[in-house]
């Protein structure tokens, strides 16, 4: 994991906990990524224009991406620093479809959408990251299940898909990349599911 650097960029507006906080403190923090760790972008593969827009946030509970549960009984949360869990996902999506050589772009709403073949939305129905502090190791386990729904602006069709992913890492010192890392690569692998799973047809995304 250490040398997916890509996969910290994703999360620009996401924070994981780091430092010494009271029990129950949310602590917010800015993923940032260096110049050196951008991946460049593949070459083009549709001059199709996707535009994805903020996901609707259907989780259970809304008020946090998870919690860090350190050995000496003092509890840290995830939070995102400001906007939202759904426009961090866009974002995220319109970044990694980018990086794949798609035309995409992300807009803010429904209404900045003009110009666009395809409009992505979608739910975030999960998206959690816990990291448990034992002696000697942090386990931390990230989810991410959404539901994409891509709508063609040629013929007024759609698609729409499920996908959900589940990843585990133990470390035995822990640094707030370690969870960053984690949660951006759950991120991406239901990216690419969908990404594998759909093609252009004309001006038209559909599933293969």
Known sequence: MKQMAWSAMLLGSLVWLGGCAAKGEAVPMNVGIT??????????????KVVVIPFQDDRSDRTKLGTRHSLWGADQVLTVKSGTVGEATAKAFADYLT????????????SQTGGADVVISGKVLELSADAHGVVGSTDITAKSKMTVHAANQVDGSSIT???????????F???PEDGEELVSEVLERNFEKFMSTT??????LRFR
């Open 35 to 48: 110049p050196a760790a951008t991946p460049t972008a593949a070459a083009p593969v549709s001059s199709v």
């Open 199 to 204: 093609k252009f047809d004309g001006t038209a």
């Open 173 to 175: 010192w822990y640094a």
């Open 161 to 171: 898909s499920t996908n959900s992913h589940t990843g585990n890492y133990t470390v």
């Open 99 to 110: 990086r794949k050589g798609w035309r995409a772009q992300y807009a803010a709403s429904a």
